[in-house]
DNA sequence: TATTTACAGGACCGGTTTGGTCCGATATCT
DNA sequence: AGATATCGGACCAAACCGGTCCTGTAAATA
């Protein structure tokens, strides 16, 4: 379906969540998994990967947890899909090169690459700040914009009708 | 690693090689394997995939084989990858109501929805006509242009240095 | 120091998806 | 009739995903 992982849906969930009650205490595996309604191995597990690539500094024993290790603002969802998912990019030839075998072959690396590059900007402009503000980030209205350009003119003058008839899938 | 899976990878690019030899007579799967480099049982799974959800027009039989049928300028990239992917968006609930239990609890739908919808627009805007003109097509300046603005102050006016340390994954 | 709390680092597991092959049936051209 | 191709579906191994669990270790507290 061309989703996130539910890993990297839960861990921005956590994310979020550590930043609205950010303070000098941290905050512990159980109590976030109670707040974000998960199972508590899961948001431990999670949590655990988070630490371990530096987006949290974690402290061990009795009143121990874990805290955000950058201000929010400092921290895109590209990031955070960077560090749960792995690198961003829609295919593989996108990453890097020398990665896919078809390279020689394949006539259509450049727009891929471009395309990619859309995307990933678009999930670098976005940070946890953005996210933990209710939709009132002055990013959204921004977004919006840029939506609406993009639907009515920025690329193309005149929209195409969508090619409408094809079937609804289920998987 | 976020990314498409293959068969829509190799969707797209049977689809941009369809385009570029369009002309009256229909290209069998072998022709299109041999043209692409790639194994030509999965080629034609995929056809038929492209096929069905129409796509491609087929003709069966000696001399048979598949046509495009749409226009290339009317076939975007949002709607090959909802074809062989199904529906785009990054998270369940960015795609529709109802299908995340999380959702009376979870705290950052609306943003997902905004994120999704900017990347869904950004795939949207490119057409199979796009990937065929070897990035001469407008929309690639275009692209280059938003990436430029994005990149510089559309959104934030102090751009941040990302938090760097990340370590590398390979996943 | 003993106890409790909580992270660290794994192993582990069932189920689904993915990438890929193969086959019989059907349609079309010569 | 025979050759050529798609159609529809079964089939399979391997990878991945979501999720659990267990042992070890660090920190606070009493």
Redesign the interface.
Known sequence: ????SKT??YG??LL??LA?NASTEPQNARELAAA???PVPMVSKILKTLA????LVSRRGSKGGYQL??EP?????A?M???L????????C??GPALCV?ET????R??WQ??S???E???????LA???H??TSP??S???N??QI??RD???SDP????A???D?D?
């Open positions: 379906m061309f989703k996130l990297t849906d921005i969930v979020a969540q609205r974000s309604d998960l371990k690539e530096g987006l290790a950058f603002k400092d921290l895109s969802i990031d899909i960077r560090v998912e792995g690198p961003v990019g829609l295919t593989e996108a990453i078809h072959v394949c006539a259509v450049e727009p471009l395309i590059g859309v995307v900007q678009a999930l670098t402009d976005v940070t953005d996210l933990i209710d939709g990013i959204f921004s977004v919006r840029i939506l993009e639907g920025a690329f193309r195409v009708a969508s090619p008839p094809l079937a899938r998987h």
